[in-house]
């Protein structure tokens, strides 16, 4: 019953404004994240809606909560940004931040229609709250999805696989 309750609000929240369209991923490809869902230890979650237009969902996959991690998984929905046109559009104005901030390296992983999978590192940057993300920008027709993979160190190759599935299974309902 916890884990059906977790998974609902899960859900809700990453539900984009003004109820448009919906992400969906598969949660169960990466076996830490479908741990601590399992869990249902709220301190591992955080949610920001502060800014109606953008809705933040952190959730702490290793580490002791949400607030102090060392892996993370964050689902971003926003309504479309004025200077992005579509997903590589968007990856680009993304990456020239990240760049402002700190030197990093960029690896374009997947690209589609409506979306595009890249990932950054930046070692030594006290700007980034990690020194390696993997990227999924998701476009739809009014609302954005940004999933974002945030590690403090580098990246396992056999975590790095499971993200990727997770993140390539993310789709618009």
């Known amino acids: 019953m916890k884990i059906r309750a977790l998974l609902s609000l899960c859900l809700l929240l990453f539900s984009a404004p003004l109820a448009a369209e919906r992400l969906q991923f598969d949660h169960r490809l990466y076996p830490p994240l479908k741990e601590v869902l399992d869990a249902g230890d709220a301190a591992m979650l955080d949610f920001n809606n502060s800014n109606p237009v953008r809705l933040v969902d952190l959730i ?10 060392t892996e993370a998984l964050e689902i971003v929905s926003l309504v479309r940004p ?63 999805f940004q999933l974002s993979v945030l590690v403090k160190g580098e990246i396992e190759p056999a975590a790095r696989a499971q993200w990727l599935a997770l993140l390539a299974s993310a789709r618009l309902d």
């Open 82 to 144: 004025r200077e992005a046109k579509d997903a590589k559009d968007w990856m680009a104005l993304l990456q020239k931040q990240m760049q402002a901030r700190c030197p990093a390296s960029f690896e374009m992983i997947a690209e589609d229609e409506n979306s595009v999978t890249f990932e950054r590192r930046s070692s030594n940057c006290p700007a980034e709250r990690a020194d390696t993300g993997i990227y999924r920008l998701v476009t739809g027709k009014r609302s954005w």
């Open 60 to 69: 702490a996959v290793k580490g002791k909560s949400a607030k102090d991690w």
